[in-house]
């Protein structure tokens, strides 16, 4: 199985570390993220592993040079013309990805000891195109689903902002861990195209295809998008 590591984001919450380098070269007890992550993937033997880059892309390119991809197999998708954000930046990477076969992707600056077994174990007993990771942490930004994890819509508690793909009452809000596995059929089902979120992807299939939450509340997850997220991060990932 292929894993793609989204790293291309221009962390400009992470300033002023994002002036002069890309987030995923942030380091956290020793590690930069994009390390973090690619050993992630290598405890469920998750080797081949896609990067994209766009922000300082020649010190993500020379770190995974320099450190031999730590151990992983990766393949460079470039972004440095247009940063194209999830959904674009997955639909360009299309070409890297064996035919046919499924795969993960994840976020750089996600920390996260979600296991990836019990996340696939999942998706595949319910039959689901896309299956994601998500918890009942505090955020802005939720995924809202039905009684059965069954994705429905979108709200952002903060501008009150709301999309709705399937109505029904009762809908839970959950936070997105964005460790996703994906059927490979998603790249003929993605209806956009350039610069696009994964958000409006799933939201897109969502009234006509299965997608699902993987509730994995009690794990250890750090969004490490500002600074000061850094503290947090080390003190639980040593």
Not at 12 to 20: G, H, S, V
Not at 42 to 60: A, D, R, S, T
Not at 140 to 159: H, Q, V
């Amino acid at each position: 199985m292929k894993a793609m590591i989204f790293s291309a984001g221009l962390g400009t919450r992470f300033k002023p570390w994002t002036n002069e380098h890309p987030k995923a070269l942030a380091i956290v007890n020793g590690k930069s993220l994009l390390h973090r992550n690619i050993e992630y993937l290598q405890q469920y033997g998750i080797k081949n592993v896609i990067v994209n880059v766009h922000h300082f892309p020649e010190q993500i390119i020379n770190a995974i040079k320099t450190n031999k991809g730590w151990g992983s197999n990766i393949i460079i998708s470039d972004e440095r013309n247009e940063l194209l954000e999830t959904g674009g930046g997955l639909l360009k990477a299309r070409h890297l990805f064996a035919p046919g076969e499924r795969f993960i992707t994840c976020n750089v600056d996600i920390l996260t000891d979600l296991d990836i077994n019990d996340l696939i174990s999942f998706h595949e007993k319910n039959n689901a195109l896309i299956s994601f990771g998500i918890t009942d942490r505090k955020t802005s930004r939720y995924f809202l689903f039905d009684e059965n994890n069954r994705l429905c819509g979108w709200r952002n508690t903060k501008t009150g902002e709301e999309k709705i793909a399937v109505q029904k009452p009762g809908l839970v809000q959950m936070a997105y861990s964005c460790v996703v596995v994906f059927q490979p059929e998603i790249f003929s089902l993605i209806p956009f195209t350039g610069k696009f979120s994964l958000v409006d992807v799933y939201l897109a299939l969502a009234a006509d295809h299965i997608i699902l939450g993987y509730d994995h509340s009690g794990d250890m997850l750090v969004d490490v998008g500002k600074p000061e997220s850094i503290v947090i991060a080390e003190s639980i990932f040593p």
